[in-house]
T-cell receptor, first 118, second 110 residues
Framework: GAGVSQSPRYKVAKRGQDVALRCDPI?????LFWYQQALGQGPEFLTY????????KSGLPSDRFFAERPEGSVSTLKIQRTQQEDSAVYLC????????????????FGDGTRLSIL | TQLLEQSPQFLSIQEGENLTVYCNSS?????LQWYRQEPGEGPVLLVT???GGEVKKLKRLTFQFGDARKDSSLHITAAQPGDTGLYLC??????????WGAGTKLIIKP
């Protein structure tokens, strides 16, 4: 597709269940970002990949959160033993690259996965 | 911790009015991006400002980067209901990572 695709769009899970959120970035985009967004707030950085390498995971709130991008394209964000405070919209973004040569490249966002933990 | 402060957090005005949204920081950014996000969608880039003092116009929207590259403003002239949305600023720090503001929720009433 032409844009960033995320699935599912909506996910409802019971507290304690594991969930997996998928992101399909724009073809050829080296950088991939995951964000958590509360209602009416700006995105909060979770983690960042450059190709298959996870270069920054400083924003992951706990060790229950895990992200991977094994082949440098599709990425999965997994949340284990979900808790109610995990309820949020999870946004994925991709860009051509990061670093000095790509400093003004925009991030292209998917429409997010709205996760509700009951 | 948010290093970019956006104000106001929420603004509701009548169609035809003018408004300004601010994005402030104590940090210097190499560039700053403005995004708009509509409900149920991801943010979409509006503009990138790079040079201190730079002004960019996008129809009725005017974006300015502060001389010291620590702050930015977005001015909308004659606001229309279609301008409704969450406006986000994001600054590129020295590690080439985007630092996001918390957003300004704008509602334009017809």
């Amino acid at each position: 597709g032409a844009g960033v695709s995320q699935s599912p769009r909506y996910k409802v899970a019971k507290r304690g269940q594991d969930v997996a959120l998928r992101c399909d970035p724009i073809s050829g985009h080296v950088s991939l970002f995951w964000y958590q967004q509360a209602l009416g707030q700006g995105p909060e950085f979770l983690t960042y990949f450059q190709n298959e390498a996870q270069l920054d995971k400083s924003g992951l709130p706990s060790d229950r959160f895990f992200a991977e991008r094994p082949e440098g394209s599709v990425s999965t964000l997994k949340i284990q033993r979900t808790q109610q405070e995990d309820s949020a919209v999870y946004l994925c973004a991709s860009s051509l690259g990061t670093g000095a040569g790509y400093s003004n490249q925009p991030q292209h966002f998917g429409d997010g996965t709205r996760l509700s933990i009951l | 911790t948010q290093l970019l402060e956006q104000s106001p957090q929420f603004l509701s005005i009548q169609e035809g009015e003018n408004l300004t949204v601010y994005c402030n920081s104590s940090s210097v950014f190499s560039s700053l991006q403005w995004y708009r996000q509509e409900p149920g969608e991801g943010p979409v880039l509006l503009v990138t400002v790079v040079t201190g003092g730079e002004v960019k116009k996008l129809k009725r929207l005017t974006f300015q980067f502060g001389d010291a590259r620590k702050d930015s403003s977005l001015h909308i002239t004659a606001a229309q209901p279609g301008d409704t949305g969450l406006y986000l600023c994001a600054g590129l720090d020295s590690n080439y990572q985007l630092i996001w503001g918390a957003g300004t929720k704008l509602i334009i009433k017809p």
